[in-house]
């Protein structure tokens, strides 16, 4: 059995390779070696600073050097990665019969995604390569998430103070657009192999659906939205501690 230290680095190192932009099956490979290799140095009594060259850090570069990038995949992957954030803020909209578009959103919608996208990879990186406490990342990961949703709302909101809607959906658009986010976000799910691309929206868009299809009172709609977004961070927390648990079960 690995030392939980070895455990978290073989983890932090997968993290970090794989937000670097190489082959997923390639750090696969890679990280069932360095496993092997340090259960046994270990069995021999040796730790992990003993195995590694330099700091953690510098073993992480060093390896991620040694790999070429897989830029085949990272342009098969963007699609999808745009396509899902665009699904994601457009479903609550058209949900309620209140999609349009104005130029400002058609231009910011795709550089907000791109600065969202290098936040969150500057803090999977950062995070794994200087070993972050679960707490810590956490805790970033909220800082991450709200500040690139808090652009988002102000890029949908603050836009229309600006320039007019050149486009607003029919009821016929509406449901297209409400079809093909539904057919995007099980697409994510057959992509990513889990369900949390199906029901993370389905609980977020639960008050849309009661507000367009329901006669319900404002105070039940934010009842409603707070109960999801509750459901849907314990959802996440048991998802992680499982997914934590397997890796080291795994090892």
Known sequence: MLTTRSINFIDNLRIYLLTSGKNENEVKEVTEELRDHLIESEKHGKSIDEIIEGTPEDCMDSIKLEMKTDYTSIVKNMPIYFLGVMAYFIMGPAIREEFELNMFQVIGFPIISAIGLLIYIFLLQKSSKNQYSSKKFFLLGMIAGASVTALFILLLLGSNFFVEPFYKASPIGTSVIIVICIAIFISLA????TFSAI???ALL???DYFYRFLNVKE??????SMASFVLIFIFMMLSLLISHRLSKAKI
Do not use: Q, Y
């Not at 105070?219 to 409603?224: K, L, R, S, Y």
């Open 190 to 193: 057959f992509w990513s192999k």
């Open 199 to 201: 029901w993370v929206p």
């Open 205 to 207: 868009f639960i008050p």
């Open 219 to 224: 105070e039940t709609i934010v009842m409603i």
